[in-house]
């Protein structure tokens, strides 16, 4: 039987990514940033105040290195600049004067300041939602980083994998949606199809 997550480890471990977590004042956060670190399978990185993550550190006596940790939002030195880059996407999005306050307000948040963060460049992916709402992470990911063309709306799924290789694929199956959409309509019903297919093919290499 397939031994998918063997192989998603194996497949990050040839490229590990430069992850954000920005939770970094969670226990269970820091210690999966140092776990998937010292298995080789990205770069993990936390946000939070570097002196209260590093007594954290100390205090729960874990083992390994304690990941990097990036400033909070109102610390960190791209905070302003990255303020006025939202405020003016807005500012095109809706045909209106940008609005530097209101962008303050919202990536002073850890979740969406890193979203934005992902979105220009200073990190490959986000990793949220142990210390907040699945609604916040979505917020973030479509206000901030924004939909694929074609996409509708965000939607969510989960990667089932069975003891039975003859049922799904070898197994594995993904289902969808399991908390974004509570009452799709028909069109938002075929994205979501649309968009499940397409992570079976990337994450189970099936069509």
């Not at 480890?9 to 269970?28: F, I, K, Q, S």
């Not at 905070?79 to 209106?96: I, P, Q, S, T, V």
């Not at 965000?154 to 949606?177: N, Q």
Request: proline content about 5%; overall charge neutral; hydrophobic content about 50%.
């Amino acid at each position: 039987m397939t031994d998918f997550r063997e192989l998603w480890r194996e497949t990050a471990r040839r490229n590990p990514r430069r992850v954000l977590m920005p939770e970094g004042d969670d226990l269970r956060v820091l210690q999966a940033a140092a776990t998937a670190n010292a298995m080789g399978v990205c770069r993990a990185e936390v946000m939070g105040d570097v002196d209260a993550v590093a007594a954290l550190w100390r205090s729960a006596r874990l083992a390994g290195e304690c990941p990097p940790v990036i400033p909070m939002p109102l610390s960190h030195p791209r905070f302003d600049e990255l303020c006025l880059e939202y405020a003016l996407l807005r500012a095109r999005d809706g045909e209106r004067a940008p609005n530097v306050k209101v962008a303050a307000r919202l990536l002073a948040g850890p979740v969406f300041f890193a979203a934005m963060l992902l979105k220009t460049g200073a990190t490959e992916a986000v990793v949220a939602g142990a210390a907040h709402t699945t609604a916040d992470v979505i917020r973030a990911a479509k206000y901030i980083v924004g939909l694929k063309d074609g996409v509708g709306d965000v939607s969510s799924c989960f990667a089932m994998l069975g003891r039975r290789p003859e049922f799904g694929h070898h197994g594995a199956f993904i289902f969808a949606d399991c908390g974004a959409i509570m009452e799709p309509d028909a069109d938002t019903l075929a994205g979501i199809v649309v968009a499940s297919a397409e992570t079976a093919r990337r994450l189970l290499a099936c069509e």
